[in-house]
């Protein structure tokens, strides 16, 4: 015979209530402190580079009197090289989760490839720069003078800094190609790309996995092909996910310094780029470089007006991104 | 086996079998499906009645581990041979799921997709009317073909399913436990809407509700766990007649066991 429990249960709701309470409070300072280091951020950044947030800040280059000093070329260099990474992360990142989801077989050789994609998203972004520089910039010294295969197929290669091969595609005069690339803004932005597509791959799969399985049934049972049923369907349900995903990759990007310092942005760039082939800076290399000067002007109050010129831009691309989401989103009943 | 003269036959399975990888889901089952009758298949759980229902318009080559023997003929061709190419065949055998699964697009685009995708070249208002015409759903929805699928109410999602499968003009619907998420109204619904389709279309029918498949079908197939693997849990055809002799005189004593709800 099982005797009754009753007494032995201690409610003790004393401890208990008090145990709550305590960690209600203890999660509330965790918030605090995130919230208050921000703060002091923000306003500290006020109040050094409000003042110095003025029309020349956009209009002028980096100069020797720090009142006449601004950022355009930084700021433009930094949005032309955004635009390089988006348009070559979103086909390349979408097609890359598309097969993963959708076509791949579910082999070794897919698992291999799976956790290799996720170790990329957490390689340092100095080791992208070092790649993106063999890769891109110099081309593995396959186009310089002694190279095997310049002398193989006797190319007309150049010497010194605008050197290697240069043609033009199809003889269409803007249609320009240097090989290698050089520290131009287009090894920028594939360097950057490289950097940013192993996020934009792993966010894209996550909104193709979140599109649900019936609708592809949907699809299929009416006679839909494969890709019918992915460019229909699929892609434009996940489209919004796919967006977020970039948007967000891409405003880490445009926060990143060391590997386009290792691409040659580490530069005094008074232009702006006129061509994919031009040298360019980015805004996070503009503030380091005045930040490293010793006037005060340059390294307390021109660098606090770039990080909020920097941190607007990267807050506005976050605030798209919430837009897109709450604009796109399906409530699925 | 089956007592109704004249009777044309759809759709035939000859000895049809199903394996996910190594495990057999059903062993070799032998239908013939009458044109223009509603035909049930009930049974219990995991008996394989959804897996039978899926090999009539190859959605099981969806399933990367499945392997189907033995033959389906449909319009006097194994559906299942080398030269027939499933999406032909998916067009022109509808599936409504057990779960309404609309795309999340307006009511119009719902019913269009299909015929988009095959190249529709007819008029595509009247295809999208006449087709919420047969589902009876035109009523409700005539004055909002832009609103969201999604925001209908369920059993209103379902007859949309079956409008959107209706518009690729099939010859036969399927139906895997359409109503099974529904309330009995809308069950009701269906069962009403099933009748007035099976003048022009042929349909098959998976449920779990007895009651249901003696309401609506003509004829009913009773699908089971092999006696003799029970282990294996493979599914085979145990009895199939008319549904009024299956509910009121079955041949075999498991058929009268399951109905009268004895096991399942």
């Known amino acids: ?92 990142g979408v097609g890359a989760a598309i ?18 994609i996720n170790n990329l998203a957490g390689v340092p972004s100095i080791v992208y720069g070092m ?100 460019s229909t369907q699929v892609l434009p349900i996940a489209f919004p996910g796919i967006l977020t995903g970039i948007i967000l990759s891409l405003s880490r990007a445009i926060g990143e310094t060391a590997p386009l310092i290792i691409m040659g942005a580490f530069t005094y760039v008074p232009f702006l780029p006129e061509s994919l082939w031009d040298q360019f800076t980015v805004m996070p290399i503009q503030i380091y470089n005045w930040i490293t000067l010793p006037q005060a002007e340059y390294r307390v109050h021109l660098a606090a007006a770039g990080i909020i010129v920097l941190l607007a831009v990267l807050l506005s691309l976050n605030a798209i991104a919430v837009f897109l989401r709450k604009k796109f989103e399906i409530h699925w009943s | 086996m089956l007592q109704e003269n004249n009777l044309e036959n759809i759709i035939t399975t000859k000895d049809l079998s199903v394996f996910y990888g190594t495990t057999q889901a059903i062993h070799k089952i032998n239908l013939n499906i009458p044109r223009n009758r509603i035909t049930a298949i009930i049974g219990p759980s995991g008996c394989g009645k959804s897996t039978l229902i899926r090999c009539f318009n190859r959605m099981n080559d969806l399933v990367p581990s499945a392997r189907v023997d033995g033959e389906v003929v449909y319009s006097d061709q194994n559906i299942y041979g080398t030269e027939v190419d499933p999406v032909h065949i998916r067009r022109q055998i509808g599936m409504v799921f057990q779960k309404p699964n609309p795309f999340p697009k307006s009511v119009y685009e719902n019913i269009a997709f299909g015929a988009k995708i095959n190249n529709y070249k007819g008029n595509m208002d009247e295809l999208v ?28 999602q379902q007859r949309l399913c079956i409008a959107r499968a209706l518009a690729t003009e099939p ?54 766990i092999d006696r003799t693997r029970i282990e294996e849990r493979v599914g085979v055809l145990v009895e199939y007649d008319q549904t009024s002799k299956i509910f009121v005189n079955p041949a075999e004593k498991e058929t009268e066991d399951y109905i009268s709800g004895r096991f399942g």
């Open chain 1, 99 to 116: 097969y993963l989801e959708e076509y791949a077989p579910k082999n070794k050789l897919t698992s291999f490839i799976n956790i290799n």
């Open chain 2, 171 to 224: 010859e036969l619907i399927l139906m895997d436990e359409p109503a099974s998420a529904l309330d009995p109204i809308a069950t009701l619904k269906i069962e009403e809407l099933m009748q007035d389709l099976k003048e022009q279309y042929t349909i098959i029918i998976v449920t779990h509700n007895m009651q249901q498949a003696s309401r609506a079908s003509d004829y009913t197939a009773f699908i089971s």
């Open chain 1, 131 to 230: 790649l993106g520089l063999v890769v891109f910039g110099r081309m593995f010294g396959l186009f310089a003078p002694d190279s095997w295969l310049v002398q193989l197929l006797n190319l007309p290669v150049g010497k010194g800094a605008l050197g290697g091969l240069q043609f033009n595609l199809f003889n269409i005069p803007w249609l320009e190609i240097r090989l290698p690339f050089g520290r131009t803004i287009l090894a920028g932005g594939l360097t950057m790309t490289m950097l940013i597509l192993p996020v934009v791959i792993i966010a894209s799969r996550e909104a193709i996995r979140s599109v649900p399985n019936s609708i592809r049934d949907a699809a299929y049972a009416l006679g839909a092909t494969k890709w019918q049923m992915i």
């Open chain 2, 129 to 156: 009317e006449k087709s919420l015409r047969q589902a009876a759903l035109w009523d409700e929805v005539k004055d909002e073909l832009d609103k969201s699928g999604l925001a209908l109410s369920g059993g209103q």
């Open chain 1, 1 to 92: 015979m099982i005797q009754s429990k009753k007494e032995q249960f201690r409610e003790n709701l004393e401890k208990r209530h008090s145990a709550a309470k305590f960690f209600y409070f203890l999660l509330l300072i965790c918030l605090l402190i995130g919230f208050f280091t921000l703060s002091v951020l923000i306003i500290d950044l006020a109040i050094e580079g409000g003042p110095w947030l003025r029309s020349q800040l956009f209009t002028n280059y980096h100069s020797r009197k720090p009142e006449e000093a601004g950022m355009k070329s930084a700021i433009f260099g930094s949005l032309i090289n955004l635009g390089l990474t988006g348009l070559f992360s979103f086909p390349l």
